[in-house]
Structures are given as C-alpha cells and as structure tokens.
C-alpha cells in the first residue's frame, strides 16, 4: 500500500466517520485521529483511524459491546474491535456510519 493509497483511506474514513457523527472532535493521538463526542474527557472517544504499513484500521473504543451480526469486526480484547482497510474498494460507507452512529451510544 502506498502512502498515496493510505492518505485517501484515511481522508475517506474521515469524511464518513464525520458524516455519521457531525458534531464529533478529532484529536490526534497514538499516531492517528481519535474522533469524540467529549474532548475534555480522556475516556470520550469512540473510534479512531489508524495507518499501519499494510493497511489502515477503523477502531472502536467500546466494540465489543457493538451489534455485529455479520462479523465484520476483528479484534479479541476486552473492548476494542476494529475494521480493517486494505484499499478504497474495501470500504462500504453504511457499515462504516453504521458502527460510528452505534459506537457514539455506548
């Protein structure tokens, strides 16, 4: 994946996380963007976009408590679960907004 490739994943996934959640916040923390409701608070942020060097993840702080009858979240730690993004085409912009519109209840 080039840096190219990543910077457009990252902008795409910032363009539909701040679709679905308008009024969020984007701090930029552990080498990525978090995206809150509550910047104040450490705990406020509900997902997050980071680029590795083969693709670029979709994190959510609480998802393991998120409805996800397909499957389409990874991760097996208490909380976090994350989707993950190797090019343009794996993005699908409704099971995007709708993981950020669940993760913003929880």
Known sequence: MTDAEKTNL???LDTLVMSAVPKATRVAKYGGTLYTLKPE???GQFCG???YTSHVQLSFAHGASLDDPDGLLEGGGKFRRHLTFKSLDDVDAKVVKRFCKA???K
């Open 49 to 51: 976009v980071f680029s």
């Open 103 to 105: 993760a913003i209840q």
């Open 41 to 43: 608070e450490k705990e």
């Open 10 to 12: 990252i902008n795409l």
